[in-house]
Nanobody
Framework: QLQLVESGGGLVQPGGSLRLSCAAS????????IGWFRQAPGEEREGVSY????????YYADSVKGRFTISRDNAKNTVYLQMNSLSPEDTAVYYC????????????????WGQGTQVTVSS
């Protein structure tokens, strides 16, 4: 059974950091493009970052570029999202998802989703 489980969310002060993890079971993560998405209340789901299985390339939304870093640990079958310099605008539920090698930044390109982890940035 294919499963993705996110962890690492929580409450952090502005300027702080968090590292989200997306652990896969039932399939090798490196065969798939893995994306991170976020959704704030009343907002559409936004593509934050992805790491491609086809060439290892990465993508970052303009809103997180220079602050977030996506990485993959194939031995642990886990993808990480390191988030630095967090601001209240980053508050959302963060989801990871797996898709085919050419999946991009849109949520509908992805097939399997984790349950999400809440990130709250507040003083």
């Amino acid at each position: 059974q294919l499963q993705l489980v996110e962890s690492g969310g929580g409450l952090v002060q502005p300027g702080g950091s968090l590292r989200l993890s997306c652990a896969a079971s039932g399939f090798p993560l490196d065969y798939y493009t893995i994306g991170w998405f976020r959704q704030a209340p009343g907002e559409e789901r936004e593509g934050v970052s992805y790491i491609s299985s086809s060439d290892g390339s990465t993508y970052y939304a303009d809103s997180v570029k220079g602050r977030f870093t996506i990485s993959r640990d194939n031995a642990k079958n886990t993808v990480y999202l390191q988030m630095n310099s967090l601001s209240p605008e980053d508050t959302a539920v963060y989801y990871c998802a797996s898709g085919p090698p050419l999946a991009g930044r849109m949520w509908y390109e992805y097939d399997y989703w984790g349950q999400g982890t809440q990130v709250t940035v507040s003083s």
